[in-house]
């Protein structure tokens, strides 16, 4: 939760890169979404108008083409199943919960959303912060339900974060706080408890990070930016190297999850009717267990993988990139203006606060 001040301070710094960010993406979309053969682009527009800082994003296993979201910190207790056009097909309410500042949802093995009230955009200034587990619903209908509390603090003190992970297999929660220049990949207990205090120990760096996600078999991690995101095979409880991928040009991207598939990556953001991307993955860069779509052409030369970024660089959408996402002979001008109007306005922010 943000003060008044520095909550108009930080949206006012989002607002100018949104302004640019919208402009270039008007620009290089030309009005409409846009779909590759291979299904990349634009898959839904959220269109319920209660959903405008959606900011967390999680695959069902249980309803197949429905995805959950929730909203930043201005809203209630509230989780929303949406369908694969955007629409909303059920609410749920968490009875006896007052969401602080809620930033991601996560689906553990165990059919229990994870929903993560683990924002601290004042630098780190909350003792503990919260995880709420509630079963996912085996009928989508508009429900109260109740939720496990899980109290959260991290070994080396408090923190902002964005990203809640559960592993899929192990059931293990993650955690990757949020800081410019980067920060860190925090795991928690083999198993949370409900009654005592979960103490998240840091375990490897992670770039900036608005959100993260496992696959679905669990042997591939995505961190994602506003700009970016980063992949990395999953290999005894801890990350590998990591492979950049290209994100699409959101307005603030802040969402992110695997389809139920494991074939490709969804990418959301925040603003009324925001728009979900899908962003297929290479053969390289699917889970262990997703085997690669034969060629139908199996005279094309293979694609090439686009260069890594310079390092704190964001990536841009490039005219064949396979995330789907708008590109622009001017836009690479617009994002490095709209990057350094974030990072400004991020900095005037931890100085007043």
């Known amino acids: 939760m943000r003060t008044d001040t520095a909550r108009e301070r930080y949206r006012g710094a989002v607002r100018a890169s949104?302004?640019?960010?919208?402009?270039?993406?008007?620009?290089?979309?030309?009005?409409?979404?846009?779909?590759?053969?291979?299904?990349?682009?634009?898959?839904?527009?959220?269109?319920?108008?209660?959903?405008?800082?959606?900011?967390?994003?999680?695959?069902?296993?249980?309803?197949?083409?429905v995805y959950w979201t929730h909203n930043d910190s201005d809203d209630g207790p509230y989780v929303y199943a949406v369908d694969s056009e955007g629409?909303?097909?059920?609410?749920?309410?968490?009875?006896?919960?007052?969401?602080?500042?809620?930033?991601?949802?996560?689906?553990?093995?165990?059919?229990?959303?994870?929903?993560g009230d683990i924002g601290d955009n004042l630098g780190g200034t909350w003792p503990e912060v919260w995880i709420y587990a509630f079963a996912e619903p085996a009928e989508l209908r508009d429900q109260t339900v109740?939720?496990?509390?899980?109290?959260?603090?991290?070994?080396?003190?408090?923190?902002?974060?964005?990203?809640?992970?559960?592993?899929?297999?192990?059931?293990?929660a993650y955690i990757a706080s949020k800081k410019q220049g980067g920060g860190g990949l925090y795991q928690g207990p083999e198993k949370l408890s409900a009654t005592g205090v979960n103490t998240f120990r840091r375990i490897g760096d992670a770039p900036w990070t608005t959100d993260g996600a496992f696959s679905p078999d669990g042997t591939r991690l995505v961190l994602r930016g506003y700009f970016s995101a980063t992949l990395y095979r999953w290999q005894d409880g801890a990350p590998g190297q990591p492979t950049p991928l290209s994100a699409p040009l959101q307005r603030q991207g802040e969402s992110v999850t695997f389809t139920a598939d494991g074939r490709a990556l969804l990418y959301g953001s925040e603003g009324k009717g925001s728009?979900?991307?899908?962003?297929?993955?290479?053969?390289?860069?699917?889970?262990?267990?997703?085997?690669?779509?034969?060629?139908?052409?199996?005279?094309?030369?293979?694609?090439?993988?686009?260069?890594?970024?310079?390092?704190?660089?964001?990536?841009?959408?490039s005219a064949g990139d396979s995330s789907g996402g708008p590109s622009n002979g001017a836009l690479g001008l617009l994002v490095v203006i709209a990057a350094v109007a974030a990072a400004a306005g991020l900095r005037r922010k931890r100085r007043s606060g």
């Open 18 to 65: 949104a302004v640019l960010l919208a402009a270039a993406c008007a620009v290089g979309a030309g009005g409409g979404p846009a779909r590759a053969a291979d299904g990349a682009g634009e898959l839904f527009t959220l269109t319920d108008p209660r959903i405008t800082e959606s900011s967390g994003l999680a695959a069902s296993q249980a309803h197949p083409g």
């Open 146 to 172: 109740d939720a496990v509390r899980y109290r959260v603090r991290y070994e080396d003190g408090p923190r902002d974060a964005e990203a809640l992970m559960v592993h899929p297999v192990t059931g293990r």
């Open 275 to 317: 728009p979900v991307w899908r962003s297929p993955l290479g053969d390289g860069q699917l889970p262990d267990t997703v085997q690669p779509v034969p060629s139908t052409s199996p005279s094309s030369p293979p694609a090439t993988a686009p260069a890594p970024p310079p390092s704190g660089a964001p990536a841009a959408a």
């Open 87 to 115: 629409r909303t097909v059920a609410t749920v309410t968490l009875r006896g919960v007052k969401p602080r500042d809620v930033e991601a949802i996560s689906l553990g093995p165990d059919g229990r959303l994870c929903l």
